[in-house]
């Protein structure tokens, strides 16, 4: 699979490591940047996760800061992307079967790097489940076409 990452200063430890593991695991990594611990703005590095599966270039994306919120309102920004804040094991699982989440937010400085790459695991092998969440899943496509 092809997973876009992307993190700000404080989220740049915690992409080396998931990047890492994505990588043990056969997946290939867009890494968006940045590439150190040197304070940036965020939102950039969010819309280019967010591009690259929106537009197909990656199947899923993930990003990554201090608290993980204002990434995941970054990403979410771009039409297509529906990206999740999972600070712990039940947002993930439930992300994937219920909202066909396609970007995963994790907040750096609130998850240790092991459970961070437990809810990495878990959001990369759960599938969404379809039936009732199918029709809330494209309810929200239509909020970005301004058709709800």
């Known amino acids: 699979m092809k997973i876009a990452i992307g993190a700000d200063h404080a989220g740049y430890s915690l992409k080396t490591i998931l ?5 043990e ?8 940047g940045t590439d150190s611990e040197e304070p940036v703005d965020y939102p950039k590095f969010c819309a280019a996760v ?6 197909g270039e990656a199947e899923r994306g993930i990003v990554l800061g201090g608290s993980g919120q204002g990434e ?32 995963l937010s994790i907040g750096a400085r609130v998850v240790a790097p ?3 790459t437990e809810i990495l695991d878990l959001f990369l092998n759960t ?11 494209k309810q929200i496509q239509q909020i970005e ?3 709800l």
Do not use: P
């Open 19 to 23: 990047s890492k593991r994505l990588i």
């Open 25 to 32: 695991l056969g997946h290939e990594v867009i890494d968006q």
């Open 50 to 55: 967010g591009r690259s599966v929106a537009s």
């Open 72 to 103: 995941a309102i970054s990403a979410n920004k771009v039409k297509g992307v529906r990206a999740a804040l999972c600070n712990d094991l039940y947002t993930a699982r439930m992300a994937r079967e219920h909202n066909d989440a396609n970007v």
């Open 114 to 116: 092991a459970l961070a």
């Open 127 to 137: 599938s969404f489940g379809g039936g009732r969440h199918e029709a809330r899943v």
């Open 145 to 147: 076409e301004g058709k």
